[in-house]
């Protein structure tokens, strides 16, 4: 904004603006080009949101941070909107058991292995790794994961940029501490052109979690639009201490869709516990980014 195209009726409601302590919020809205930036405080964290689309920053941040306020044991969230270019995190980095959310990062291993052997999947893995997401099979996640092995694991984690996942020890994969913020990057690679994984691959991927067994549809796709595609993995698991793990991670995309978010939680009393606070959150963001 230059100083010589302000009219002379914007410098005087500048003017008051200022007198009002708003510049700054003026001048960061008052342009397409800027994103605007809000926080909320929630249990003593901040749900963060920035977004090209004037207004939504403030709400989203709010309603999220509504939605969690009150809510037992700990969770985490992050999510994006290419549409608008939104983006917003709330303890994105702090660790959580997977659960069965990390067969998604299986799969990815899985996929890069074969792009780098220059061969398909046979009809093993490809019976094992439907199985594994769309049922969330554990057996079949156990024979892929060691088929795959720790150098696997953590080459694909490194080339999709997944800096904070560390794999579960020896066959606990589903002990791998994740993050929001890593499985959200997760998310986005497989919804857009990158150099880890191909169009093919991606798509295959895509395709197995819109295929995910209908009582295992819960989570974040709480909340969608019927107009959107909807690929998800869940997670959940009871342990002695911090109760109930429960995770969900998915992408919405289709007529226009191009958004995802991963929810992380434990010290869930219940599972259902745990799924309501998912959901929760899932609602107010899937209500507000499309709006």
């Known amino acids: 904004m230059h100083g010589s195209r302000i009219s002379t009726c914007t410098r005087r409601g500048l003017a008051a603006l200022v007198a009002a302590g708003s ?47 009150g809510r037992q044991g700990a969770s985490a969230l992050a999510i994006y909107d290419r549409r608008t270019r939104t983006h917003c995190e709330f303890k994105a980095g ?21 792009e780098e052997a220059h061969r398909k999947l046979t009809p093993r893995e490809v019976k094992l790794a439907t199985a594994m997401i769309t049922k969330s099979d554990n057996a079949s996640t156990n024979a892929l994961w060691h088929q795959i092995g720790p150098a696997g694991v953590k080459r694909f984690l490194e080339l ?22 890593d499985q959200l990057t997760l998310m986005q690679l497989l919804t857009t052109d990158n150099a880890v994984l191909t169009p093919a691959s991606r798509g295959y991927a895509l395709d197995l979690m819109h295929r995910v067994a209908a009582d295992q549809r819960w989570g974040v796709p709480a909340g969608a639009p019927a107009t959107a595609t909807v690929h998800v993995k869940n997670g959940w698991l009871p342990r002695k201490t911090d109760g109930w793990r429960v995770n969900s991670v998915g992408t919405f995309t289709g007529n226009g869709h191009d958004y995802g978010m991963a929810v992380l939680s434990t010290g869930n009393h219940t599972m259902d516990y745990g799924v ?6 899932a609602r107010v963001i899937h209500r507000d980014l499309t709006h």
Do not use: N, Y
């Open 160 to 181: 999709a940029a997944m800096r904070h996942t560390v794999p579960g020890p020896g066959g606990a994969w589903g002990l791998t501490q994740v993050t929001a913020g």
């Open 23 to 69: 510049l700054l919020t003026v001048l960061t809205t008052a342009t397409s080009a800027s994103a605007s930036t809000a926080s909320t405080a929630v249990g003593g964290s901040k749900v963060v949101c920035t977004s090209k689309k004037p207004g939504l920053a403030p709400v989203l941040s709010q309603h999220i941070a509504d939605a969690l306020h």
């Open 276 to 281: 309501a606070t998912v959901e929760g959150a």
């Open 94 to 114: 702090t660790h959580f058991d997977s659960a069965s959310v990390v067969k998604v990062t299986v799969l990815g291993a899985l996929l890069r292995q074969t």
